[in-house]
Nanobody, 115 residues
């Protein structure tokens, strides 16, 4: 059974950083591009970025380019989202996903950016 378990969220001040983790199970992430999404309060879920199978290429929505980064550890079946220069509008629940596997989501991890 494919599952995602996101963690690492919390309260952070504007300008701060966090590293979110995604533990995937039920499949090997080494065969998949992996993506991060987020859903802010009252808004639809939006795509944040994607990392290719080997981890050598990442793509981000324009809103996050230069501030966020994605890395992966295929041996550990883990994907990471590195959040930098956080703004209050980055407050959201963050999710990871393997797009080719369809509409399967974990519970997400809440990031709150506030002073």
């Amino acid at each position: 059974q494919v599952q995602f378990a996101e963690s690492g969220g919390g309260l952070v001040q504007p300008g701060g950083s966090l590293r979110l983790s995604c533990a995937a199970s039920g499949f090997s992430i080494s065969m998949h591009h992996m993506s991060w999404y987020r859903q802010a309060p009252g808004k639809e879920r939006e795509w944040v970025g994607t990392i290719n199978k080997s981890g050598g290429i990442t793509n981000f929505s324009g809103n996050f380019q230069g501030r966020f980064n994605i890395s992966r550890d295929n041996a550990e079946n883990m994907v990471y989202l590195h959040l930098n220069s956080l703004k209050p509008e980055d407050t959201a629940v963050y999710y990871c996903n393997a797009p080719r596997l369809g509409n399967i989501w974990g519970k997400g991890t809440l990031v709150t950016v506030s002073s």
